[in-house]
């Protein structure tokens, strides 16, 4: 059992910046792909990112690449989502989920590929 939580979520101007921060519990965190999903009001949920269980594989949606950077320390339980140059459509509650399936860049978009999911944060961009 895997417990998530996320924060640093908040009202930043377009083109700013903010890191977000997803703490796990449990021994086993290092185990897990980790992804960060967002869903704006009315959407479905998307992927943003995802790193791999140790850090090493990384893979984001065309819409954030270079903008973006997913990393992890796995000995502090906590992966995180710096985003830059944000815009204002990208308002919008951002998860972050934990997955044990082996890693394929294919399918870490996918929702069904993580189990746990943390209650998410909110991103305000304002124009």
């Known amino acids: 059992q895997v417990q998530l939580v996320e924060s640093g979520g908040g009202l930043v101007q377009a083109g700013g910046s903010l890191r977000l921060s997803c703490a796990a519990s449990?021994?086993?965190?290092?185990?897990?792909?980790m992804g960060w999903f967002r869903q704006a009001p009315g959407k479905e949920r998307e992927f943003v990112a995802a790193?791999?269980?140790?850090?090493?594989?990384?893979y984001y949606a065309d819409s954030v690449k270079g903008r973006f950077t997913v990393s992890r320390d796995n000995a502090k339980n906590t992966v995180y989502l710096q985003m830059n140059s944000l815009k204002p459509e990208e308002t919008a509650v951002y998860y972050c989920?934990?997955?044990?399936?082996?890693?394929?860049?294919?399918?870490?978009?996918?929702?069904?590929?993580?189990?746990?999911w943390g209650q998410g944060t909110q991103v305000t961009v304002s124009s």
């Open positions: 790193i791999s269980w140790s850090g090493g594989s990384t």
């Open positions: 449990g021994r086993t965190f290092s185990s897990y792909n």
């Open positions: 989920a934990a997955g044990r399936k082996p890693w394929a860049t294919v399918t870490v978009t996918m929702t069904v590929r993580y189990d746990y």
